[in-house]
């Protein structure tokens, strides 16, 4: 069945450092990807998303490729801050809505 | 500003109760997910639904866990005997298949403590 792989964490980085989270994934066709982000004691949000490949998806700084022919999808900011501190789930679209996420990778960032 | 609300944000339950967890999912989505988040397991899916119709509960202990949609305004999840394994959070998700990217809107969780 179809599967999201990403990095492991926790990864820490200091303020204004450069962020890559890996996201890899096997489907079945030519699924929509999404990063969401959970921020401490919230629900899940949107962050970026990509419905086909070589698209980017950006938002707040974060950008992510749809990258067909290595099944990737990583996400990627310039500068971190603090308040990026989160955690962030790799995800793809099956068909009907439903969502394949990852593990989810803690991101913290210090001062 | 439209979005997925979950009641209620918090419980406490001795094992054994009964709970109920309710949603409304975002005016005119016609799917609805409902997950569980652990330390452990991370984020699981428990069921979803289409226009109201249950498509897949195979996430879902059968014996103790139910779930359903009255009415397309709410979807209910319930537990009954709850357990101390079944402390989580839960979260509803509502999505509409016309978009064709599968974008889901989450809401802000229920988080359950079984004692």
């Known amino acids: 069945g179809d599967s999201v792989t990403q990095m492991e964490g926790p990864v820490t980085l200091s303020e204004e450092a450069f962020l890559t989270i890996n996201c890899t994934y096997t489907a079945t066709g030519y699924p929509s990807l999404f990063w969401y982000v959970q921020y401490p004691g919230e629900g899940l949000q949107l962050l970026l998303k990509a419905t086909k490949a070589d698209d980017k998806g950006s938002n707040k700084g974060f950008e992510a490729t749809y990258r067909k022919e290595t099944t990737s999808f990583h996400l990627e900011k310039g500068s971190v801050q603090v308040s990026d501190s989160a955690v962030y789930f790799c995800?793809?679209?099956?068909?009907?809505?439903?969502?394949?996420f990852g593990a989810g990778t803690i991101l913290r960032v210090k001062s | 500003d439209a979005r997925v609300t979950q009641t209620p944000r918090h419980k406490v339950t001795e094992m054994g109760q009964e709970v109920t967890m309710r949603c409304q999912p975002i005016l005119g989505h016609n799917t609805v997910f409902w997950y569980r988040q652990t330390m452990m397991q991370g984020l699981e899916l428990l069921a979803y639904f289409r226009n109201r119709a249950p498509l897949d509960d195979s996430g879902m202990p059968k014996d103790r866990f139910s779930a359903e949609m009255p009415d397309a305004t709410l979807a209910t999840l319930k537990i009954q005997p709850s357990e101390p394994r079944d402390s989580a959070v839960y979260f509803c998700a509502s999505g509409h298949t016309r978009t064709g990217d599968d974008e889901q809107f989450f809401g802000p969780g229920t988080r359950l403590t079984v004692l």
């Open positions: 995800a793809l679209g099956e068909y009907g809505n439903k969502l394949v």
